[in-house]
């Protein structure tokens, strides 16, 4: 099935969880924020969280400067 991660489309498993797809992409556990389609899910969540065809995954990194 395909998601669309940060706007490229990203082939993964039937069973892909939020962690498996960032960890392959090199996402680190901290200092990031991430949103499946719209909804902020909790960095406790993410091995729970099971990805759908179609799912929108926005991953967000802190940014320090003015």
């Known amino acids: 099935m395909n998601v669309l991660v940060?706007?490229?489309?990203?082939?993964v498993g039937p069973e892909a969880t939020l962690a498996e797809v960032l960890a392959a992409r090199g996402v680190p556990e901290r200092g990031v924020a991430v949103a499946v389609s719209?909804?902020?899910?909790?960095?406790?969540?993410?091995?729970?969280?099971?990805?759908?065809d179609g799912s929108v995954v926005e991953v967000l990194t802190a940014v320090q400067g003015g």
């Open 6 to 11: 940060n706007g490229d489309v990203t082939e």
């Open 38 to 52: 719209g909804e902020v899910v909790p960095r406790a969540a993410w091995r729970s969280t099971r990805l759908r």
